[in-house]
């Protein structure tokens, strides 16, 4: 089986590669633009056309396409640029697969959502606030109103990357404590997922896929479902750190919090049903965050 990761040199993408390519039943490739990383093969998704990439593109093969602009405020800063991305360009390469009836995973967001109700469940629509979550919801979208059922949607929330040399909830949340009394509020509800549960979700994803002609389930949830609020996640990282023992914060609504943009208080994702059909666990916030302090910590050193 042969497995096409494009844009693969993000901390989410990047990670997933390594993990992928240790399996031997898979035939792994994956592409980066301008961030090159060792093995990967450069691809343009604004410009380079996929079956010029790679020969011989058949039914079997499966396409995850990670590729986009993901920072919120760049998105928002620079959303002509950002649409061309996520949306213009990411449309093209569906419809250049479509021709030859590969299988897609595409890679969303639990910013597809407005953070109103929070504990979304696979079977929620989007209606995003932020220009970012608009992008992608875009995407999801095209792929469920287009005539083709070859394709499955992944959601996310933040996932957490072992690589300190990449940025996560977990060190902006570091650095942030590290500001002087920085605000942090108790609505504002997530969920945070290690990198190696994200990767072996996605594998048994892939191997769910290999052996299903038609799937009653086309959106899953690979994310851990454990919720934290903001105020619960600093504590939790000024706990397992030794540099932050003193430090304090002040406990606000999140509407007293500005951003550039609107943005959702509640994007925790639910993933009942993705786990009872995978088989998946994951692992609880406070292990997570245990383990990157640490790196972060003995990084500083």
């Known amino acids: 089986m042969r497995i096409f990761l494009i844009g693969a040199s993000g901390a989410i993408g ?25 093995g990967l093969i450069q691809f343009n998704l ?20 990670l590729a986009a602009k993901t920072n919120n405020n760049w998105v928002f800063k620079n959303y002509s640029k950002a649409r061309k991305i996520n949306i213009n360009s990411t449309i093209n390469l569906i419809n250049d697969l479509k021709r030859f009836n590969c299988k897609i995973i595409y890679l969303s967001s639990a910013e597809i959502f407005d953070g109103k109700k929070g504990f979304y469940t696979e079977k929620d629509f989007g209606n995003p606030v932020s220009k970012y979550g608009k992008t992608k919801n875009f995407i999801e979208k095209y792929l469920v109103n287009r005539k083709y059922s070859n394709y499955s949607i ?17 060190s902006q949340t570091y650095g942030s404590l590290q500001k002087n009394y920085p605000k942090m509020a108790k609505d504002n509800l997530f969920t945070i997922t290690h990198e190696d549960d994200f990767n072996r979700g ?4 892939i191997c769910y896929l290999k052996d299903k002609t038609k799937l009653n389930q086309k959106i899953f949830h690979i994310a851990s ?11 939790l990282i000024i706990k397992n750190s030794k540099k932050l023992k003193n430090i304090k914060f002040k406990t606000v609504k999140f509407n007293q919090i500005i951003y550039s943009e609107k943005r959702a208080a509640k994007n925790n994702l639910i993933s009942k049903s993705t786990r ?26």
């Open 14 to 38: 990047y990670s997933l590669f390594k993990y992928l390519k240790k399996k031997k039943n898979l035939y792994v490739k994956g592409t980066y633009n301008e961030n090159y990383k060792k």
């Open 46 to 65: 604004n410009k380079d056309k996929i079956k010029k990439t790679f020969k011989q593109l058949k039914e079997s093969d499966i396409f995850l396409i």
């Open 154 to 170: 992944v959601r996310t929330g933040g996932n957490i990357s072992l690589d300190t040399n990449y940025k996560c909830m977990i």
């Open 202 to 205: 996605i594998y048994k994803l």
């Open 225 to 235: 479902d454990t919720i934290l609020s903001r105020v619960r996640f600093a504590k």
């Open 276 to 301: 009872k059909l995978l088989k998946i666990k994951f692992r609880k916030p406070e292990k997570i965050i245990k383990q990157k302090i640490r790196l972060l910590e003995k990084n500083e050193k």
